[in-house]
Each structure stands twice: as C-alpha cells, then as structure tokens.
Nanobody, 124 residues
C-alpha cells in the first residue's frame, strides 16, 4: 500500500518559515520525481509549487515561490522536504506532496499518488 504522509504545517506570521516533510512508503521513492502542490482557500484545484527529479539534478518552482521555497529529498529516508521562507498570507493553503508518473511536471494529472495534505496558515 502506497502512503505519502505530510507533516510540518502550522500557523506562522508573515515573514516566518516552515519546513514541510513528506514520508513515502510502498513506492520506489528513489525512482520517482516528487513534487509539492498546494490548494488555497476557495480554490478548486491544486497549484503546482515545486518539483525535484529522482536524482535531484532538476528542480522547477512556480514563479510565486522562486527564491523563497526550496525543495529537497533524502532518498535514504524516503522523504521529501519543502523549506518555506519569507512566507506571506498568499502562501496560506493545504500543501500536498505527490509522486510523478508521466508527463509535464507542473500538471497535477502527471502524478499518480498523493498525500492527504498539511495545512499552512500565514497571518499578516
């Protein structure tokens, strides 16, 4: 059974930082590109945040988070991370990790396994 379990969310003031983790089991983690998406309040769909290939050579970030967020992974621990700095209220969302299957890295349809999400709330 494949499981992706996010943690590390919470409430923080604007300008603060959080580090999200996603522990993966039941999946060949080291063979998958992994990504973070988020769903803001009132939005129907998840928004691409960042992706990291299996060998950590290639990364891509949404324009809205470039320079503030850093995606990383530890294949020995089957864990994906998202370091979020200089947070703003616009970063408030439920954050999901996802395992890439096929296709464009920025499209949610390219991912076949998802976590349950962790809430991040940034107050002004």
């Amino acid at each position: 059974q494949v499981q992706l379990v996010e943690s590390g969310g919470g409430m923080v003031q604007a300008g603060g930082s959080l580090r999200l983790s996603c522990v993966v089991s039941g999946l060949s983690f080291s063979r998958r590109a992994m990504a973070w998406f988020r769903q803001a309040p009132g939005k129907e769909r998840e928004e691409f945040v960042a992706v990291l290939t299996r060998n950590s050579i290639y990364t891509n970030y949404a324009d809205s988070v470039k320079g503030r967020f850093t995606i990383s992974r530890d294949n020995a621990k089957n864990t994906l991370y998202l370091q979020m700095d200089s947070l703003t209220p616009e970063d408030t969302a439920v954050y999901f990790c996802a395992a890439h299957y096929s296709g464009s890295y920025s499209l949610r349809g390219s991912y076949d396994f998802w976590g349950q999400g962790t809430q991040v709330t940034v107050s002004s």
